[in-house]
């Protein structure tokens, strides 16, 4: 099992930016990938970003993000990063990481078994 901490929200205004941090414990963390997703009230969860194993250029990127948000993950720190730029009042949320099941990186939420609690990100205009 993975233990998941997530850190760096906050108030920005619109055209800011923001780097949330996911800092994991427990198994192996070079070995799985990490997503982030957010949530808002009223809707479902969806994915953000996602990073392999090994990082690199094995990442995937919603469309509604990509050209804004970079993913990144320092595996001698256990922790990923999330910048997060030009940011929209819609990226509201709160962002969750999560740890997948396989190496490879994936927006796919069903391949993910351990969540973090979040972080509240709010977007003024």
């Known amino acids: 099992q993975v233990q998941l901490v997530e850190s760096g929200g906050g108030l920005v205004q619109a055209g800011g930016s923001l780097r949330l941090s996911c800092a994991a414990s427990g198994r192996t963390f070079s070995g799985y990938a990490v997503g982030w997703f957010r949530r808002v009230p009223g809707k479902d969860r969806e994915p953000v970003v996602a990073?392999?194993?090994?990082?690199?250029?094995?990442?995937r990127i919603a469309n509604s993000v990509k050209g804004r948000f970079t993913i990144s993950r320092d595996n001698a720190k256990n922790t990923v990063y999330l910048q997060m730029n030009s940011l929209k009042p819609e990226d509201t949320g709160v962002y969750v990481c999560a740890a997948g099941k396989y190496y490879l990186a994936t927006l796919n939420q069903d391949d993910y078994i351990d969540w973090g609690q979040g972080t509240q990100v709010t977007v003024s205009s």
């Open positions: 990073i392999g194993g090994s990082g690199g250029s094995n990442t």
